[in-house]
């Protein structure tokens, strides 16, 4: 199991991560989702090793996580860490890079390994290039392959995805990720991007400020609809009062695009002020009573055109 307890730390005065408190049993998954800023990277790096707390501990099963101070070579054997700016050897090539840290003793199981990983990151038409003149989505695709060739313990990734195009995206995650379950690999992952986490994650945290505001399975965070800043991270997310919904209250309340539907009359009158195309449906930007909402839609509605609204009835508040 990997636990933080506590976790403090700061590069000058401010504090980066602020009492992080977190379990992870071995071979799950972890999603740590936050805007730019939250504290992600410098939470991976906290957890490989890479940094001296000001308080707290990390412990993988037995063994302390210790920061440079203790140790001679930062980050702990037992991981890889692939760095939002993975550090590749531009002037050897794609399977050379991947090679690097295999042990030559059996060359011929290590070329298959090689030609194994490369089949997996797709660049198997590119094993003898030198990484020199790859594009960058090719080069996160030899520096995931890289870190993975090593099979360690814990394998934590900084935004692994964010140079790849998207047509390539949902295989590879779907590659990476499975490939770690199976091998029994502990994954952490740092990302803004949702798609990264909700279909792989058993667990997401969810940073701000260096804090922890929100942890739980995707489908917890998803219901649970605490926070604007949690709601968010799952695309559009409307604030509406609860009055206008058919509630007695005035609270806010988180509601989802897709949740709305028009309906014959209700408290929610709205009037479009723009429809988006979304491929399989129409997103529909609106004005209310004090604000703005958005909601799906099958076709597209008119501007100024005038409809209600009310809660798929699916959804309750
Ligand atoms: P994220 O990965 O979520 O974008 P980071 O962990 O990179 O966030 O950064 C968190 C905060 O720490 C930011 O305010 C950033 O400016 C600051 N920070 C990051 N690295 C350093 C550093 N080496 N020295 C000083 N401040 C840093
Ligand atoms: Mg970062």
Known sequence: MLSLTNVVFSYQKSKVINKVSFSLENGQHLSILGESGS??????????????????????????????????????PFMKYLAQDFDLMPYI????????????????????RISDLL?????????DVKVKNLSGGQMQRVAIARVLALEPEILL????????????????????????????????????????????????IVLKNGGIIAEGTPIELFNSKDSVDVGKLFGDVNQIDALFLGGLNDEKQLVYPFELEITDWSNLKIEVLKSYFKGKNYLI?????????????????????????????NVSI
């Open 39 to 76: 504290g992600k990277s410098t939470l991976l790096k906290a957890i490989y090793g890479l940094l001296d707390l000001n308080e707290g501990e990390i412990f993988w099963n037995e063994t302390e996580v210790l920061g440079p101070k203790f140790n001679l070579v930062p980050g702990m």
């Open 93 to 112: 090539t794609v399977s050379e890079n991947i090679g690097k840290y295999l042990s030559n003793f059996y060359p011929e199981k290590k070329q298959e």
């Open 119 to 127: 089949r997996l990151v797709e660049m198997t038409d590119f094993s």
């Open 157 to 204: 990734f900084d935004e692994p995805f964010s140079h790849i195009d998207n047509s390539r995206k949902n295989n590879l995650r779907r590659s990476v990720f499975n490939y770690a379950k199976v091998k029994g690999i502990t994954c952490i992952v740092a990302t803004h991007d949702m798609d990264d986490a909700l279909s792989f994650s058993d667990k997401i």
């Open 285 to 313: 930007e609106a004005h209310y009573d004090n604000g703005v909402l958005f909601f799906e839609h099958g076709t597209l509605l008119a501007n100024n055109s005038q409809f209600y609204l009310k809660l798929k009835d």
